[in-house]
């Protein structure tokens, strides 16, 4: 198609950049990660959002090089951060097909190297989805990124195949709280509340995503989330709206 055409070209010609969305912590409302998002710097089109090529990427057999730019893209950015004492922890998403890749330990290996990039300043985001029905393989390669450095957070919980035992078993640092919960009405409260306490239990950091106004912040610092990401602090930013977000000089 059309689209895969272009797409293929933006790949040749490095139109594909990262935006930034900060992750705030509850209480004292500091800035203390933020999470990667990818969009494409069309020549004619401006920004693209990855609903739009995503899945074209995915169905052309393209995700794996542009998820593996995007790793690069991430850890050459956090190296640079870091070595300048801004030392926010970011988080970059990974794709089905990246995380089937039997090289995926050796590639995220090669770029920190590469990059010097400190691992501990990367958390990598997975879905549910990609958990299921594959034997033990999820955990060993969930277990390898963790001896790395790397740490792990579980993305859109709680609209997947949410299989509480994965929790138990897989080496999580991070719960992302879909924004279907976080948005919900105050009725259907109550399943938020249980798994803000699930992650309280299992020592879990909790982040809420899609917070978009001052009453869900409320509710959700109340029932025990530690983080918010969300419109109503930043939506993803390039990096240097971000840095002037930052130096509170937006
Ligand atoms: O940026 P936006 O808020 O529209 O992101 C939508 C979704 O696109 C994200 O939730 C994520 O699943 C996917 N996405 C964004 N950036 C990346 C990336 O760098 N790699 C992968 N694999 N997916 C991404
Ligand atoms: O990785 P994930 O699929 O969760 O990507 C985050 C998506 O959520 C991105 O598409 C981003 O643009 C979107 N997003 C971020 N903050 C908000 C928000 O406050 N409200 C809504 N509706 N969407 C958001
Ligand atoms: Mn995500
Ligand atoms: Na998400």
């Given amino acids: 198609t059309r689209l895969e055409q272009e797409l293929r070209q933006a790949l040749v010609r490095d139109e594909f950049e990262l935006f930034y969305q900060p992750r705030v912590s509850a209480g004292e409302r500091r800035y203390v990660g933020a999470e990667a998002l990818l969009r494409w710097r069309h020549p004619e089109r401006g920004w693209v959002l990855p609903g739009e090529f995503i899945p074209v990427c995915e169905a052309a057999g393209l995700m794996r090089e542009l998820g593996r730019r995007a790793f690069e893209m991430a850890a050459r950015q956090q190296a640079a951060w870091w070595a300048a004492g801004r030392r926010l922890k970011l988080s970059v998403n990974l794709s089905p097909g990246e995380f089937e890749d039997p090289w995926l330990l050796d590639e995220i290996e090669t770029v920190l190297r590469e990059t010097g990039c400190p691992p501990q300043a990367l958390e990598i985001e997975i879905t549910e989805s990609m958990l299921v029905g594959e034997g033990d393989r999820p955990t060993r390669v969930l277990e390898g990124m963790r001896a790395q450095g790397l740490s792990i957070a579980l993305d859109d919980f709680g609209i997947g195949y949410s299989h509480l035992a994965y929790l138990q078993r897989l080496p999580f640092n991070t719960l992302k709280i879909d924004r279907s919960f976080v ?39 109340q029932i025990g989330v530690t983080e918010f990401q969300g419109w109503l602090f930043a939506p993803a930013l390039p990096r240097d709206a971000f840095e002037a977000l930052l130096d509170g000089r937006q």
């Fill in 183 to 221: 948005q919900a009405p105050p009725h259907e409260r109550p399943l938020a509340e249980a798994i803000v306490g699930l992650c309280r239990a299992m020592r879990l950091h909790a982040v809420a995503e899609g917070v978009e106004t001052e009453a869900q912040r409320c509710w959700l610092e």
